[in-house]
């Protein structure tokens, strides 16, 4: 017999910008198809609920604190996040790729994440080339 695969958690980020061809009324449409769709799959256990963020932000590094942004390239803006949870990458991706929003203008970026704690060590996204 078949069991499952466990689920991984996936880290979403929505990233870019609404098409600005686009009337607000198919935007404030896609929006709410969106939230109905959000709660369907949480409901359903296949997502975990983010949050919107703020145009406000900080960027703190060794070089102190940067409070005057933005700090991104338009094209790099996240406005939001959530989870997925999935057995594989692709299947996250699947997911996301029924996301009412997309044909507007936005895009998703899919991360696994890691269940380990960090570790010099290990080869991460924070290891230079």
């Given at each position: 017999m078949n069991q499952p695969?466990?689920?991984?958690?996936?880290l979403v980020l929505s990233r870019g910008k609404w098409d600005k061809d686009a009337s607000k009324a198919d935007i404030e449409a896609a929006?709410?198809?969106f939230y109905d769709w959000i709660s369907l799959n949480a409901e359903a256990g296949r997502l975990k609920t983010g949050q919107r963020l703020s145009t406000d932000g900080a960027v703190v590094s060794?070089?102190?604190i940067i409070?005057?942004?933005p700090f991104?390239?338009?094209?790099?803006?996240v406005g939001?996040?959530?989870t997925?949870?999935?057995p594989s990458l692709r299947e996250a991706a699947a997911l996301a790729a029924e996301n009412p929003c997309l044909p507007f203008g936005l895009q998703m970026e899919i991360r696994p994440i890691e269940p380990t704690c960090?570790?010099?060590y290990d080869v991460t996204n924070e290891t230079p080339a």
């Open positions: 695969s466990p689920l991984s958690e996936y929006i709410g198809k060794k070089s102190g409070m005057d942004g991104g390239e338009t094209k790099e803006v939001g996040y959530w997925i949870l999935a960090a570790s010099a």
